[in-house]
């Protein structure tokens, strides 16, 4: 039952992403964005709380599964392919779990933060453009959406991410040639970004079962 309460505990992170936004509902596609930040960190903090992966850790995307779905449904814009979005977001989820679980006794509790501002930077990056004179030259631009989570939930979802306002000027999508970035393929990047976080995971929890075997011998 703790671990249950826990897991519930780091699922409300993503509440605030759900709230109503200037047109007075939820945006799926803001609480996707919110997402992209906080579902790495997130994993991690249910890596150091070293919850069971099974049914417990996946509990919490289990449980953002059904936010978006509500969101989806309450908010006038609808995304194409919610499916692989949420199946995009729970590897980010699993691979932050993959660090939380990986990292010692000692730096456990560091982790979540060190995770938490690699994937803010990673996010926010791309649209720097909104804050600095003038955004990214078109090459660098594409490459820092490659790599954003942003990009990666939202374009699982169907979303033209280029073209979204919130990206549009910031990054300075319209000098970036189509030829030199293409969107992602749903559920292709929806599938890959699932598996291999699941297998970060599974590979992560099989090496701290195995550290604390060892410890227990050593003891």
């Given at each position: 039952?703790r671990?249950l309460?826990?897991?519930?505990?780091v699922a409300a992170?993503a509440l605030?992403?759900?709230?109503?936004?200037?047109?007075g509902?939820?945006?799926?596609?803001?609480f996707?964005v919110?997402?992209?930040f906080v579902?790495?960190?997130?994993g991690?903090?249910?890596?150091?709380?070293?919850l069971?992966?099974?049914p417990h850790?996946?509990?919490?995307?289990?449980?953002?599964?059904l936010?978006l779905?509500t969101?989806?449904?309450?908010g006038?814009?609808d995304?194409a392919?919610?499916?692989?979005?949420?199946?995009a977001?729970?590897g980010?989820?699993?691979a932050?779990?993959?660090?939380g679980?990986?990292?010692p006794?000692?730096?456990?509790?560091r982790a979540?933060?060190?995770?938490?501002?690699?994937?803010?930077?990673?996010?926010?990056?791309?649209?720097?453009?909104?804050?600095?004179?003038?955004?990214?030259?078109a090459?660098?631009?594409?490459?820092l959406l490659?790599?954003?989570p942003?990009?990666?939930?939202?374009?699982s979802a169907g979303?033209?991410?280029?073209r979204h306002?919130?990206v549009y000027d910031a990054?300075?999508?319209?000098?970036i040639?189509p030829?030199?970035?293409?969107?992602?393929?749903?559920?292709?990047a929806?599938?890959?970004?699932?598996?291999?976080g699941?297998a970060l995971?599974?590979a992560a929890?099989?090496?701290?079962?195995s550290r604390?075997?060892r410890?227990?011998?050593a003891?």
């Amino acid at each position: 039952m703790r671990e249950l309460g826990l897991a519930l505990a780091v699922a409300a992170l993503a509440l605030p992403g759900a709230l109503p936004g200037s047109r007075g509902e939820p945006d799926a596609v803001a609480f996707l964005v919110w997402l992209a930040f906080v579902a790495p960190a997130a994993g991690a903090v249910a890596g150091a709380l070293r919850l069971a992966p099974w049914p417990h850790a996946a509990a919490v995307p289990g449980a953002w599964m059904l936010l978006l779905v509500t969101v989806d449904a309450w908010g006038t814009r609808d995304l194409a392919t919610p499916i692989w979005a949420a199946l995009a977001a729970t590897g980010l989820f699993a691979a932050g779990f993959a660090v939380g679980r990986f990292a010692p006794d000692r730096l456990r509790w560091r982790a979540p933060a060190a995770v938490l501002v690699v994937a803010a930077l990673a996010v926010l990056a791309p649209v720097a453009g909104a804050l600095l004179r003038a955004p990214w030259p078109a090459e660098a631009g594409a490459r820092l959406l490659d790599l954003s989570p942003a990009t990666l939930v939202a374009e699982s979802a169907g979303v033209d991410w280029l073209r979204h306002p919130a990206v549009y000027d910031a990054a300075g999508s319209f000098d970036i040639d189509p030829r030199s970035r293409s969107p992602y393929p749903p559920a292709l990047a929806g599938g890959i970004a699932f598996v291999l976080g699941c297998a970060l995971a599974a590979a992560a929890e099989a090496f701290a079962r195995s550290r604390s075997g060892r410890s227990a011998t050593a003891a």
